[in-house]
């Protein structure tokens, strides 16, 4: 946790926010508010949001201007993402949401441990950096980054640890889109507890 005072919360270090389609996982095509916390902890060299890591770009603002603005869409869902949305405390936010009746959903990597309520948590585990163990149980989404075909023990490395309703994707990393997913395609097919999913936001040319 960075030394600026969050204030329980109520204060975010804010990068965007933005009304979308979920482009990722088992949500993808619902509308949803996102919103994308600076900071992260991880450090992945192909990750596409590198403009989140540095948190002192994103000082903290207030969470009460940001939820007004979610509620001001007609959006039903939410989408508390980074960057590493856990470096800080999520409970004000989440239970500010909850009350205006809107669904949660939380994309992690799981390398902290888990603040606020959500009711879904997409855990996207690295391996430089991996989830800790608490946050299995709880993931309703396990999402794997696939760069690779050595990235398929990695993924099953991880869904050993989930709970059985956990669904389970396999996701291509999007620069090498072409180079694996003739693989991911052979691997869900041989082992269909897995599912795709794939970056369609970028296909349809929105955030
Ligand atoms: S965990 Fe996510 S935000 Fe952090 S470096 Fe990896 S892909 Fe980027």
């Not at 990750?47 to 890591?53: G, I, L, S």
């Not at 989930?162 to 396999?170: D, F």
């Amino acid at each position: 946790m960075s030394e600026v005072d969050f204030e329980n919360g109520k204060k975010l270090p804010l990068v965007e926010d933005f009304y979308t389609v979920q482009g990722e996982g088992f949500h993808t095509g619902k509308p949803a508010y996102f919103i994308r916390l600076g900071g992260c902890d991880v450090g992945c060299h192909w990750c596409d949001a590198k403009f989140t890591w540095n948190s002192k770009l994103h000082p903290p603002v207030d969470v009460d201007a940001v939820i007004e603005r979610a509620k001001s869409f007609p959006a039903q869902a939410i989408v508390i993402t980074g960057g590493e949305p856990l470096l800080y405390p999520l409970d004000y936010l989440t239970t500010e949401l909850h009350n205006s009746g809107l669904d949660i959903f939380l994309e992690t990597s799981g390398s902290q441990p888990l603040s606020g309520r959500f009711d879904w948590i997409c855990l996207s585990p690295k391996r430089q950096q991996p989830p800790v163990t608490e946050i299995f149980p709880l993931a309703h989404e396990l999402k794997v980054i696939i760069t690779s075909e050595a990235d398929f023990a990695w993924a099953e490395e991880n869904a050993a640890k989930v709970s059985k309703r956990c669904m389970l994707y396999l996701q291509p990393e999007w620069s090498q889109f072409d180079n694996v997913m003739p693989a991911i395609v052979e691997y869900v097919k041989s082992n269909p507890r897995w599912n795709i999913s794939i970056q369609s936001h970028k296909f349809m040319n929105i955030p």
